[in-house]
């Protein structure tokens, strides 16, 4: 039996079906990671958009749409490594957690003040893949 509420349908296997919901509340929460990160990145904590006219907050909606990718691409690609990291040290990762894991995060980006980059000094630190060091701690894995 399915059950019109609002414009969502409610089947019985939702009520029912508690792994369901789990996996449905899962899905919201990466959902509502990617529009707080993109909250964060647009407003920087200071609920302020500064174009004025349409054309100029339409450039600020796509310059914030590349940002977001180049975020989750970004991180996306350093929990690859991460993950390959603990592999090759012995420690177990099971793909049902990662599964799990959403890129969209920002607690590593720094929203105010000035970044300085030594771009040379950066350079000298990459490895022979190209990549950064990862900063390795205990986890829960």
Known sequence: MINLVGRFHVTDSYLADPVYRRKISRQLNKGESLHALRRDLLYAHEGMIRARHPEAQTEQ???????????????????????????????????????????AHSENI????????????????????GYRPLRVRDTLF
């Open 61 to 103: 909606a796509w310059c914030l749409t590349l940002v977001t990718n180049a975020v989750i691409a970004w991180t996306t690609e350093y929990f690859g490594l991460a993950v390959e990291q603990m592999r090759a040290a012995g420690r177990q990762v099971d793909d049902e957690v990662l599964a799990h894991i959403s890129p």
């Open 110 to 129: 720094n929203f105010f003040g000035a970044i300085e980059v030594d771009i040379e000094g950066e350079l000298a630190q990459l490895g022979p893949t």
